[in-house]
């Protein structure tokens, strides 16, 4: 087997950095575990920042170096680059990068010359999480060109892909963990009284909507699997599949032009009753995560009605299982769905019609959607191959956020002594519920000069905070 001529983002992070700040992390025990690796394998100095007490539950505040951030958001620029600057930070690393705390944080790395890594779900599901240096999704630095992959397949064909070990996941874990997370940041909101979401965090809300889901499961669950079994028979002929995305995803809000998911199905289906040939049928897929918080039955049943030619052409589906529909479908179209790599395993045509990672020439199709429905083109196998050995050699991590990931042995990495003593002292610009702060904090004029510097990073873009992406 070739060796790639590049370390993993994962053995990067290590070997540059000592002093490594976490902000947030997944729902879960993941950022504690990783802190945890990262000290006792890797002897590094870790520093934790929670920003409502749902952190504070998995990763407590008792642990060395572990802060609470209790300010208010625009504070928040200026008091990190005091923090990083004071505790020497070489990295801080969060959970997604479209987060409102995440897209500062990014902005004061940058100007401070830090590095900024970001974990995300993997790329490649199941049993893999994603790691990147300054972005993920379409905030990806790794070129978006044929050219770079095709320089490197010497080295990734001799590569044959192997499944990595199963680790437990799906969606019991994560609602475990969300329930939890959830109950605690609601309840307790008043010991971070500014803090503010990426997306809806209304206790009622998520027990209402998450209740709606299971029934929902269990109502769909048998005709669900009629509809799969119908398909491996043959019953649909040629057809297409459309996977939706949750309705709040940041792939949506951020990574694209929709200003909705109902805006990109009805953007779909408008295109499907104008350009696809009569023969051809769309299967549309609801994400299963959004099964509780939205339906667009009656979205797809309006626009049937008003194009008559559509009856019995379209269909609307849940819980199926999508290998199913990427086994026998003709291709699929997606606004920029980790499915849409699935698909491209599978040899399946893709038509991308948002911004994604993998949308590259000669892996999906580049022509418009309207030439799509009617001549799809499946990705060069050679190039694709490429591209996803890439991804599992550098970014890719074999593991779930909610029940174990499987670091890998790193060597030479450590210094020869672990950090332990007392708690760093944390720079606090402005003191919030100083009776419910147990942390000393630093007077300003002690902070490092980045501090003033970083003064003009108060300005960051604070739209689509209360709505906004995941």
């Known amino acids: 087997m070739g060796i790639i001529d590049t370390k993993s983002n994962l053995e990067n992070l290590i070997f540059q950095n000592q002093r490594i700040l976490l902000l947030q992390g997944p729902i879960g025990p993941f950022f504690k575990n990783f802190g945890d690796w990262l000290r006792l394998a890797h002897r590094k100095t870790v520093f934790k920042l929670n920003f409502n007490h749902g952190d504070e539950v998995y990763y407590p505040q008792n642990i060395h170096n572990t802060f609470a951030y209790r300010d208010t958001y625009q ?3 200026g008091f990190l680059a005091g923090f990083a600057a004071e505790n020497q930070i070489d990295a801080v690393v969060c959970f997604g990068d479209t987060r409102p705390y995440h897209v500062a944080a990014k902005q ?3 100007k401070l010359g830090l590095s900024f890594w970001v974990f995300e779900e993997g790329y490649f599901r199941p049993f893999y999480v994603t790691l990147e240096q300054n972005g993920v999704n379409a905030f990806s630095p790794l070129p978006r060109e044929a050219s770079f992959f095709e320089s490197k397949l010497s080295t990734l064909a001799q590569q044959t892909y192997r499944s990595p070990p199963a680790v437990k996941g799906g969606f019991m874990p994560m609602a475990k963990c969300a329930v939890r997370y959830y109950w605690a940041s609601g309840t307790k909101r008043k010991f971070y009284p500014h803090y503010i979401h990426h997306r809806s965090n209304s206790i009622p809300n998520y027990i209402r909507s998450w209740m709606i889901s299971g029934i929902k499961r269990a109502a769909y669950m048998f005709k669900d699997r009629k509809f799969s079994q119908e398909i491996k ?10 996977p939706l995305q949750v309705f709040n995803d940041s792939q949506v809000r951020v990574h694209s032009d929709f200003s909705s998911v109902q805006n990109f199905l009805l953007h779909v289906l408008s295109s499907f009753a104008t350009h696809a040939p009569d023969d051809v049928n769309l299967i549309v897929k609801h994400h299963p995560m959004d ?3 939205t339906d667009y039955r009656k979205t797809i049943n309006r626009f049937i ?13 849940h819980d199926a299982p999508l290998p199913v529909f990427l086994r026998h479908g003709i291709g699929m179209v997606t606004l920029n769905s980790t499915s849409g790599l699935s698909a491209l395993i599978h040899n399946m045509p893709v038509k991308v019609l948002g911004r994604a990672n993998y949308d590259i020439s000669g892996i999906t199709f580049q022509g418009c959607l309207a030439e799509f429905w009617k001549k799809p083109t499946p990705p060069d196998p050679k190039l ?4 996803r050995m890439y991804h599992i050699n550098t970014t890719q991590i074999n593991g779930s956020f909610y029940s174990t990931v499987n670091f890998p042995e790193i060597s030479g990495s450590s210094l020869p002594t672990i950090d332990t003593g007392a708690k760093t002292p944390m720079p606090q610009p402005v003191p919030v519920y100083d009776r419910l702060q147990t942390l000393a904090p630093s007077p300003l004029h ?10 003009s990073l108060h300005s960051v873009s604070i ?7 995941k």
Do not use: C, M, Q, W
Not at 233 to 242: A, E, M, N, T
């Open 384 to 387: 694709f191959h490429a591209y």
């Open 108 to 110: 004061v790395a940058e």
């Open 75 to 77: 504070a928040f620029p």
């Open 233 to 242: 028979d043959g019953k649909y002929g040629k057809f297409y599949i459309l």
């Open 305 to 317: 009605r008003s194009h008559p030619k559509l009856e019995g052409r379209i269909f609307y589906v």
């Open 446 to 455: 002690k902070v490092s000069s980045h501090y003033s510097e970083a003064k």
């Open 463 to 469: 739209r689509n905070i209360h709505n906004g992406p």
């Open 291 to 293: 099964r509780g918080f």
